[in-house]
């Protein structure tokens, strides 16, 4: 027993020494959202950190462990796929890889609390799978006034994306949300189209950047991740997920 706990820790180690955060990075991410409300940065993480995350994301697909998305702030597990086509797991730190990429995103809430004051005081994500086809329509992932999602952030696992592969995720200039929230068809304009390229982090303002997934080609995979900030909903802690 104790040597699969020895051997847990051996390859944390491994890939903590094989994935660090560099602080110039982290300062250009920081300064991007300040300024524009969001950063894409490629080559943000190792290769040996994002294929233990493909691995790792193989290995629960192998074993069916991945379910169809959901929408709605607490993912009822309404299936809507003409919205979204994914298939998700959350992270939780049952492998190496999950324990390490959960690691290295708290080091860069801190060090985004620092710099920026905004008490971000945890993160979740999850793996997705969009098979060939799938995409996910425009959407904000947080409403403002209930904004527990801070920063949005994805990282795209995808080695050799073609550039005909589609899945790039679009993200669109910020827009005023009338009484009734985010209006889906108001004309907007483009800001950045992320490449799904393996390596890459997005991040942006929960809040402010609607975005979309356009349909993908080929199998696409990717970790979407939220900082929060906790809120309450009428006197209740509003949940993780
Ligand atoms: O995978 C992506 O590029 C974005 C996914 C997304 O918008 C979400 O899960 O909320
Ligand atoms: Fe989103």
């Known amino acids: 027993m ?3 706990i020895d051997d847990f820790d051996r390859e944390v180690q491994a890939l903590l020494a094989a994935s660090p955060l560099n602080p110039e ?3 250009v991410l920081i300064e991007d959202l300040i300024h524009q409300g969001f950063s894409h940065q490629r080559d943000f993480f190792s290769s040996a950190l994002i294929d233990a ?6 290995r629960l697909e192998a074993h069916d462990a991945l379910t169809s998305a959901g929408i709605g702030r607490l993912q009822e597990h309404q299936l809507a796929s003409s ?3 994914d298939a998700i797991r959350w992270l939780n730190r049952e492998s ?7 690691q290295r995103l708290d080091e860069l809430r801190e060090e985004i609390n620092r710099a ?20 996910y329509k425009r959407h904000v992932d947080s409403f403002q006034g209930r904004a527990n999602r801070v920063i949005s952030t994805v990282t795209y696992l995808n080695r050799d994306w073609p550039i005909d592969g589609g899945g790039e995720m679009v993200l669109f200039e910020s827009q005023q949300q009338g009484p009734d929230g985010f209006d889906p068809h108001a004309p907007i304009r483009e800001m950045t189209r992320v490449h799904p390229e393996a390596g890459t982090l997005a991040c942006f303002l929960s809040d402010a950047v609607p975005h979309e997934v356009l349909p993908t080609r080929l199998p696409r995979a990717s970790i979407a991740g939220w900082f929060r900030r906790n809120a309450s909903v009428n006197g209740v802690v509003d949940p993780a997920r």
């Open 2 to 4: 104790s040597t699969v």
């Open 25 to 27: 990075r982290i300062d």
């Open 53 to 58: 995350l493909l691995s790792d994301l193989e």
């Open 83 to 85: 919205v979204r086509g």
């Open 96 to 102: 190496p890889a999950q324990q390490v990429y959960l």
């Open 116 to 135: 920026l004051f905004i008490g971000l005081f945890e993160f979740e994500a999850h793996f997705a799978r969009y098979p060939p086809g799938a995409f």
